[in-house]
C-alpha cells in the first residue's frame, strides 16, 4: 500500500496560538515520511493553499494544524470540497472533539464518565453579574477546579483554581484565548493518555502514557520544554485499569466519530475511576509529544506507520469517489 | 529520549546535568506565541529588526565582490581575537560621533555587541553579584545577566533617564545588604525599550556616582547615529576612558546579518576580552569584519545612516500619530530616535496575558515583563516600528486597540469581584520574541 503514496503534503504553521507546536509537528511528520522514501512538501498555509493544492496533484495531503485552523473542521471541510485526500478525521467529528463540552456531552451519553462541569461565555458574566456566576460556579462546582477555554489545546489558558479569588482571574484568562469557558471540578490522580490508531482496520489502542510532570502540573510548559515531565509507557495501570482506559479511549473515538489518529485525555482517579477530559483531533507529534511515543513504545517505526495513514487516506478517497452517489460522503 | 526498565522516558536525559545558570533557559506559553508573528497576516510591532531593504542591493553586493577579490584568503581564514586592524581603526572613526576619542588598541570586535555583553559579564559576574540597571532594560542584556545568575536591580528612569537620586539608594541599599555591585548597564540613547534618551547633565552626574562608589559602567549605544532632530549628547566613556567599558554594534547603521559589534574597554579590561572571546569563538567573522571594513572605506555610510533616519522617523511619527487616533486615552514615550515606543497600559490591564487576544486580532508586541528581572512591567507594551510601514504601523496599532478595548471590557466584567486581577510574578523563563521576527 506504501508503494502507492510517492508525495505528501504536509500542513502545518498557520495562523494560531499553537502555530509554533504545529511547525514542530509538521517538520517530524515530514522527516519520518522522508524516511520511508516519500517526497515531502511542507506548507504553511495561506490563501494560495489550494491552489498550491490543485496544481500539485499529492497523493495525499496532511493538515498538522493545532488550532481552531486545523482542529475546527473547516480544513476538513474545505479539503473534501477540493476533493483532495487528507489524513485525519472529518469535519463533523472534528467539530464535535474540538468543542470540549459537546464532546464531554456524547461521552457521558455512553456512560463514560467526565467530570462535572459548566460551560459560561463571557457573555454571561456580563450579563448576570460577575459576582453572582462565580459564587455560583463555586457554591455548586466546589473547588479545586480546573478552568479552560472551551476549544483550546496544548493547556493554553488552562488554569487550576484552588482558591475562591482565583476564579476571576482563571476565567479572564480563559476568555483570552476563547469566548467559552469550561469550568471542570478537577479530578486528582493519574494523568493519560491514550492515543488510537486506525490504518484502516478500525481503531486500536496504543499503549496508555502515563503523564508526570514534574512541577505538578502538565502546563505548556511542561508539555513542550524537554525533561520537564516523566512518562510510563505503558502507563503503570493494573492489567484491568488498562483495558479499561484503552477501552474508554476507543469508545471515545469512536462515538465522536474520529479517523485515522486521535488522542483521548483521561484522568484515573484514586478510586480507579477512569474519568474523559477531552479527545484531540490533531495530536501533537513533536518531540515531546504522546502519540510518537506510544507508538514507538508499541514497537511501531514511525515513518512506516505515518506511510501507512497516507496510504489508507489515499484509499479511502479513491473509495470515495467510486461511492459518489451516496449522500453520506464526506461528513462521515 | 531514555527508557528505564520500568519504562519511564524523559525526553532530556540530561535534564538533571544541567549547570545551575541554565535554569531560565526553557521556551515559554508566551514566547511560543511568536511563531505567528512571522506570518504577514500579522503585523508584528514585536521584534526589533532594522530595515535592511533600505540597504541598496547592490552597495551590499558591491562590497562583498571587493572582500572575495581583494581579501580572499584573508576573509575566509581564522583572524585574531581582537579584530582586523583597519575595522578596529574605522570603528574609532564612527565613535568619533558619539564625541569618544581612543586607541584602536582598545577596541575588541564581537559578533554583535549582544557577544559583548556576554563576555564582559563572563568576566565580571559571579553568581549572586549585582547589575545595577535601568527600569526598564534590554532584554537580551537581561537575558545574559541572568544565564551569569546575577542579581538584577532596577533603578528608576523619568524622561530624562535614569534617576540619580534613585541609583544613589539603590547602591547604599545594596551595599547595606552586603552584596557586591559590578558595574551599571545603561543604555543612554533612543533606549530599548523606553525610547528614552539620557541627559547630558544626568551623564556626568551618574560618571561622578559611579567613579565615588567604584562602579563600572556599562554604556551600550546601539542607536545613537539613529536620531531624528539632534544628535543625542555625548557619550559617557567620552568624559572617562577607566569607568566605563563602552559597546557598540553595525547592526542598526549597517546589517544585523553580519553579527558585528565590539567593545572599548579600559587596557586591562581589554586584554582579558581578547582571552575571553578567543575562548569561546576563536575570533569573530573575518570574512564580516572585511565586508563591514569595506562598506565603511568605500561607501558614503553617513549618507546611508541620514536614510535610515528618515525612514525611521516617519515610522515613528506614524506610530505616534496612530496612537493618537486609536488610544488617546493612554500614555507613551515620544522618543528622538531609535526604534521604540514604550506605551503604558490602564492600570488593570496585563500585556502579557493579553498577548493571546493579540494573535487573535493579528497583532504582537512585546510585553512590558520581558524587560524587566523582578516581574515589572505588566502594564506596558514595547512597540518596535522599526520594520513594519507606516501603513502597517497604523494597521497595528488600530488591531492592538481592538485588543486593549477588549480586554478592558473583559476586565471591567470582573472588575467587581477582584481587585487587582493580576499576580505580579518574577517569570523565569525566556518570553522574549527570537530576534528574527517581523
Known sequence: MNRDIRQV?????????????????????????KQQGIEVELIDPNHTL????????????????????GEDGTLSDLLELAGVPYIGSASGAARLAWDKPTAKVL??????????????????????????????????????LVVKPARGGSAQGVTIVTEPEQLAQAMVSAYTYYEVALIEQRVVGTEIAVSILDTGDGPVALPPVEIVPRSGVYSFEARYNAGETDFFTPARLSDELATKVSQNAVLAHQVIGLRDISRV?????????????????????????????????????LGWVYATLAATAAERSRSSADDSDNPDRGNR | MTTTPHNSTNFDPWFANYADRTAQLSASEVRALFAVASRPEVVSLAGGMPYVSALPESLVQETMQRVVRDFGAAALQYGGGQGILPLREQILEVMELEGIHASPDNVVVTTGSQQALDLVSKLFLNPGDVVLAESPSYVGALGVFKSY??????????????????????????????????????????????????????????LEIAKANNILILEDNPYGQLYFDEAPPRAIRSLDSEQV??????????????????????????????????????????????SISEFLAHSDWRKQINTFRDIYHERKNATIAALEQYLPKLTWTNPNGGFYVWLTLPDQVDSKAMLPRAVKELVAYTPGTAFFADGQGTQNIRICYSYPTPERIHEGIRRLATVVNNELDLLDTFKPVTAPIRQIKPEDRVISPPPNIG
Open chain 1, 265 to 301: 485525555d483521561l484522568i484515573i482517579d484514586n478510586d480507579g475511576v477512569v474519568w474523559f477530559l477531552e479527545a484531540n483531533v490533531v495530536p501533537g507529534l513533536t518531540e515531546t509529544s504522546l502519540l510518537p511515543l506510544a507508538l514507538e513504545s508499541a514497537g511501531h517505526d
Open chain 1, 107 to 144: 461521552l457521558q451519553r455512553q456512560g463514560i464518565h467526565t467530570p462535572k462541569s459548566v460551560t459560561i461565555s463571557k457573555e454571561t458574566f456580563r450579563d448576570y453579574g460577575a459576582a453572582g456566576v462565580l459564587e455560583l460556579i463555586e457554591a455548586q462546582l466546589g473547588l479545586p
Open chain 1, 9 to 33: 503534503a504536509v500542513l502545518a504553521g498557520g495562523i494560531s496560538h499553537e502555530r509554533d507546536v504545529s511547525l514542530r509537528s509538521g517538520r517530524r511528520v515530514a522527516d519520518a515520511l
Open chain 1, 50 to 69: 489550494f491552489e498550491q493544492l490543485k496544481n500539485r496533484h499529492f497523493d495525499v495531503v496532511w493538515p498538522v494544524l493545532h488550532g481552531a485552523t
Open chain 2, 149 to 206: 545568575q546575577a542579581d538584577v536591580r532596577h533603578i528608576a528612569m523619568d524622561n530624562d533617564g535614569l534617576v540619580p537620586d534613585a541609583l544613589r539608594a539603590m547602591i547604599q541599599r545594596v551595599r547595606n545588604e552586603g552584596k557586591a555591585i559590578k558595574f551599571l548597564y545603561l543604555i543612554p540613547n533612543f533606549h530599548n525599550p523606553a525610547g528614552i534618551t539620557l541627559s547630558w547633565e544626568r551623564r556626568v552626574e551618574i
Open chain 2, 245 to 290: 567599558i563602552y559597546l557598540g554594534s553595525f547592526s542598526k547603521t549597517f546589517a544585523p546579518g553580519f553579527r558585528t559589534g565590539w567593545a572599548l574597554a579600559p587596557h586591562a579590561v581589554r586584554e582579558k576580552l581578547i582571552l575571553a572571546t578567543e575562548a569561546a569563538i576563536l575570533s569573530p567573522s573575518n570574512f564580516a569584519q572585511y
